[in-house]
């Protein structure tokens, strides 16, 4: 799969495609859908399936840390894609400049001269351009014009709820990992690359790999039985918490993890991983000690958890 990062980036040779726009956060099953039929016509038509998304999302822009939880960073959604059989992502700078560009612009300027588009996929509520003046209608008419067909995306629905980022965002948050997990279709992980801490686990006897979590928002904080791997790893069962490490007095979304019977050097390493349950909220605690009781527990009920699921 190629990824292309910024409309600077598109060349002579990318005219000529299928497409479908979209955040895809997540990789829902609902994407996937939309994303099997996208591949079937790139098939018909011969031409590569493309998929245009935004980096940052479009409200991570404009509402800042008051923006919807990001399910997924850029680098895992290309992975699903690739999975999916994307031929190509195109991944736009959402910035004020492209933000208020004339819709009529982005459908001449980028839909006809660069992509050369000839099957479009969109969500019939889609808007774009300047004050979001671009809508389906104008698409559709669009197509009429210049010779692509426009088709809308059909909800998902896994038992009696539609398939939605919203919806996966209100089950993490809820600790229904198993409900989140229906409806994207793969477990929900978190990824990140090792960095040195604070070394304050490994003064109370339970030592983390920490991981900054670089989005504004996170879908869940508290702590959490969790599965990891790395590249030619093992899986390992382990306790994490994902919050701001209130005791002391922690200033970055973090997610720290102690792996259970682990002790090497995993510094500089991207991990993966998967929220298995949740046990409880984070919350302060009066004193390491306090802090260092807790832990104990926390990683004891997670051991627990793992063996019962084992048996």
Partial sequence: MELIRGIHNISPNHHGCVLTIGNFDGVHRGH???INRLVEKAKQFGLPATLMTFEPQPQELFKGEDAPARLSLLRDKVILLDELGIDRVLCVNFNRKFASMP???????????????????VGDDFCFG?????????????????????????????????????????????????QARRMLGHPYLLGGRVAHGQKLGRTLGFPTANIA???NVVPVRGVFAVRAFWQDSEIYDGVANVGFRPT???????????LFDFNGDIYGQYIEVELVAKIRDERPFESLEALKAQIMNDANEAKALFSSDAS
């Fill in 32 to 34: 996937a859908e939309v």
């Fill in 103 to 121: 819709p009529e612009d982005f459908i001449e300027e980028l839909l006809v001269k660069q992509l050369g588009v000839k099957y479009l996929v």
């Fill in 130 to 178: 300047k004050k979001r003046a671009g809508n389906f209608d104008m698409l559709c008419k669009a197509g009429a014009k210049h010779g692509f067909a426009v088709v809308s995306t059909n909800s998902f629905i896994v038992g009696d709820t539609r398939v939605s980022s919203t919806a996966i965002r209100e089950s993490l948050a809820d600790g229904n990992f198993e």
């Fill in 213 to 215: 979590l670089k989005r």
């Fill in 248 to 258: 002391v007095n922690g200033q970055q979304c973090q997610l720290e993890v102690h």
